[in-house]
Nanobody
Framework: QVQLVESGGGSVQAGSTLRLSCVAT????????SGWYRQAPGMQREFVAH???????DHADSVKGRFTISRNAAKTTSYLQMNSLKIEDTGVYYC?????????WGQGTQVTVSS
């Protein structure tokens, strides 16, 4: 059974940097694409970043120029480099992986940005 485990969240001050990691284990099929969503308190989950099978990435307008998604060569680990964090970046960050026709989600990691 495929599992995604996120790490790297925490509580930081505005302007700080965090790097989230998402490790996929248990997959017998290749990971086609992966990405990140986030959910702030009382808000719907929103798209943050995506990287496809060819390595092409896409980022939400709200994080462009500050966040960068990447992955390792085996495509088993994705990363979200978050620079110049803002208070509005606070939320639970969820990674996902597209494997065959299924989308698998991680359990989420909390990011809290304070002034």
């Amino acid at each position: 059974q495929v599992q995604l485990v996120e790490s790297g969240g925490g509580s930081v001050q505005a302007g700080s940097t965090l790097r989230l990691s998402c490790v996929a284990t248990g997959s017998t099929e290749p990971i086609i694409a992966s990405g990140w969503y986030r959910q702030a308190p009382g808000m719907q989950r929103e798209f943050v970043a995506h990287i496809n099978s060819a390595g092409r990435s896409d980022h939400a307008d709200s994080v462009k120029g500050r966040f960068t998604i990447s992955r390792n060569a085996a495509k088993t680990t994705s990363y979200l480099q978050m620079n110049s964090l803002k208070i509005e970046d606070t939320g639970v960050y969820y990674c996902y992986a597209i494997i065959s026709k299924n989308t698998v989600w991680g359990q989420g990691t909390q990011v809290t940005v304070s002034s």
